[in-house]
């Protein structure tokens, strides 16, 4: 008697597809999401790995005439004069909005013989490409960029402040060449604490359509009282996207620093030149200087904690607390 064989009923091949498809989707996923991550912990190694780096600063022993890339610079716009034979440096300032390099440049400025030229590339006319970036930068060194800065004849150091969103990453590699071939040294100008940079920016961006100092913005102001006025404003930070801000700081600052690498170099930090006024000894070294006293007249606007100055400072300080961030509630340095 033939016995009676019953098949299984085949699986769905449509479930089977759907299946393998959520698989796929559920692992490309996770791969995305630690690949980010990687990036962003490399980017925050590399930061703070540049943060202990002190770039080679000439002996303050060294003649001048032994710093290298010397030049002589032949202005079509006035002469020289009897100071046609002494040398000058090239620099340029690379920093990011409110990390502090407005105050630097006055610094810069009161030196007898620095000509420091301010935020030239700001005009999006004279960065549109790498021929306009390269003309102005001529002009620059050439001495024939002609500002409230220029000290003309006795000029030794001669240089500007680029802001790192003013076409500097785009056209970092013919930068990096032409600093190269130039002579031009690169002084970058960070803030540690990222989150009083966000606070700084937040600030003026709000004053820019409040005009706090009767019906005026100011970026900068001179006097304990104006500082006092822009203060009083508290922004409110997005706490959601707090970290992942930061961290986008980090990246471009960590970008910019290894795109530059091989240039002449130094790294200075905000809370440094605060904190510990030799740096600026050590930054006129750096550009063959004679050492002077440097001064400014501006005055620091948020002074003190930062919970002073932040409206939801209680979801800010729980959205950074147990973070790599968390550093950034409590450090402070005197104004």
Request: some cysteine.
């Amino acid at each position: 008697m033939d016995s009676l064989i019953i098949k299984p009923p085949k699986k769905s091949p449509v479930l089977l597809r759907m299946a393998v498809l959520m698989f796929a989707t559920v692992c490309s996923v996770y791969i995305c999401s630690v690949c980010l991550k990687q990036i962003s912990t490399q980017a925050r190694s590399l930061f703070q790995n540049m943060q202990g780096i002190e770039s080679p600063i000439p002996n303050k022993f060294i003649m001048l005439e032994e710093i290298p890339h010397l030049h002589y610079p032949k202005p079509t716009t006035f002469s020289r004069a009897e100071c046609a034979h002494n040398p000058v440096q090239f620099f340029a300032v690379l920093s990011i909005q409110r990390s502090g390099s407005g105050w630097f440049e006055t610094l810069l400025n009161s030196h007898n013989n620095v000509s420091s030229n301010g935020e030239i590339f700001s005009m999006k006319d004279r960065r549109k490409n790498i021929s306009t970036i390269v003309q102005t930068l001529d002009k620059v060194y050439n001495l024939d960029w002609l500002s409230s800065a220029s000290k003309n004849q006795c000029t030794a150091a001669v240089g500007f402040k680029w802001m790192l969103n003013q076409g500097l990453m785009e056209h970092h590699k013919e930068i990096v060449e032409y600093f190269k071939h130039k002579g031009v040294s690169a002084i970058f100008l960070f803030r540690r604490n990222l989150l009083r940079r966000m606070v700084s920016m937040l600030a003026n961006s709000y004053d820019r359509n409040a005009k706090l100092l009767n019906g005026t913005h100011k970026s900068h102001v001179h006097t304990p009282e104006e500082a006092d006025t822009l203060s009083k404003y508290k922004p409110s930070i997005n706490s959601t996207l707090l970290i992942s801000d930061l961290k986008q700081m980090e990246v471009i600052a960590a970008k910019a620093l290894n795109y530059f690498n091989s240039t002449r170099n130094m790294i200075l930090y905000y809370e440094d030149l605060v904190g510990n006024r030799t740096k600026l000894n050590d930054v006129q070294e750096f550009l063959g200087l004679p050492v002077m006293r440097l001064t400014s007249r501006q005055v620091k606007i948020h002074r003190g904690g930062l919970s002073d100055h932040v409206k939801n400072w209680d979801d800010v300080n729980k959205t950074l607390t147990g973070t790599v961030y968390e550093s950034f509630l409590h450090a402070d340095y005197q104004s």
